[in-house]
């Protein structure tokens, strides 16, 4: 049976396709070819899932992400009077801003369940590198007034700190959390993440070229799937690193959507209060 809830697909940092979407208003539309969650809107509604996508600021603050994305859902669901629960999948730093939307806004009574993919829940050694390195971009970024913050929230000490103060309130409350880790060889990785794979794998070990297995699994008992992806295919995307698994792009985009069908096809709603 499917889920009564909607699923909403939160987006990570930098969302590559966010002039096109504003442009042509495409996010809740019926055309998702060009979407960061590549034709994966569709594919759930083709089988009955009604599904949105959520739109929050390019690469702020993770408090600032959070907020704007409970109210994007406080508006998809009409204050939670049309659906009394979300559900919620996640690629990437969305994993993130929503587990501190729940935290932040006391919304594990909202939130049916939360499935992150690719999600650094420990941080990410390449936020650490590239900080390190030019954490003066974010400053001169400011002074121009563009907000890419979010990288700091990304960082593993970040992370660690944000893990302690959650902690017992995730342990403890109602909300199904799970999650996806993507993996690869480097020679399949995109190319333009080799150099953050290279990085990573250094310092964490496997990696799907900008998340370590280890941070994306968060906690053992929550992994419900290891699956053959870099960070860019598991939101859809086809790269010639595929081609040399013997991957063409049609196999591999209904291979991708498989994985949102399962996750979706094993949402449960909790029981009516």
Not at 38 to 52: P, Q, W
Request: aromatic share 10%; hydrophobic share 40%; proline share 3%.
């Amino acid at each position: 049976m499917h889920t009564n809830y909607p699923i909403i697909l939160a987006h990570g940092i930098c969302p590559f396709d966010g002039i096109f979407a504003a442009l042509l208003r495409w996010d809740n539309g019926t055309r998702d070819r060009y979407h960061y969650f590549k034709n994966i809107r569709t594919t759930l509604r083709n089988h009955g899932f009604e599904v949105f996508h959520a739109r929050v600021s390019w690469a702020a603050e993770m408090d600032r992400r959070a907020g704007e994305l409970r109210d994007e859902i406080l508006c998809m669901t009409d204050q939670f009077r049309k659906w009394p629960r979300v559900h919620i999948i996640a690629h990437s730093m969305g994993g993130l801003d929503s587990r501190w939307m729940i935290y932040r806004y006391q919304m594990d009574n909202r939130v049916a369940s939360l499935t992150t993919i690719g999600a650094p829940h420990h941080g990410t050694s390449c936020a650490d590198w590239g900080l390190k390195r030019s954490g003066w971009l974010i400053r001169a970024a400011g002074i121009i007034g563009l907000n890419i913050r979010g990288f700091r929230d990304l960082t593993r000490d970040s992370c660690a700190e944000r893990n302690r103060m959650m902690a017992d309130f995730e342990e403890n409350n109602a909300v199904c959390y799970q999650t996806v880790s993507g993996v690869q060889p480097i020679e399949r990785i995109f190319l333009p993440l080799r150099p953050s794979f290279r990085v990573i794998w250094k310092n964490e070990g496997e990696n799907d070229g900008l998340v370590s297995l280890r941070s994306s699994m968060w906690k053992e008992k929550y992994l419900v799937a290891k699956i053959d992806a870099d960070h860019l295919n598991q939101i859809g995307w086809w790269d010639r690193g595929e081609a040399k698994s013997g991957m063409d792009r049609k196999s591999f985009e209904k291979r991708i959507q498989e994985v949102y069908l399962r996750i979706a096809r094993g949402l449960t709603d909790p029981e009516r209060e």
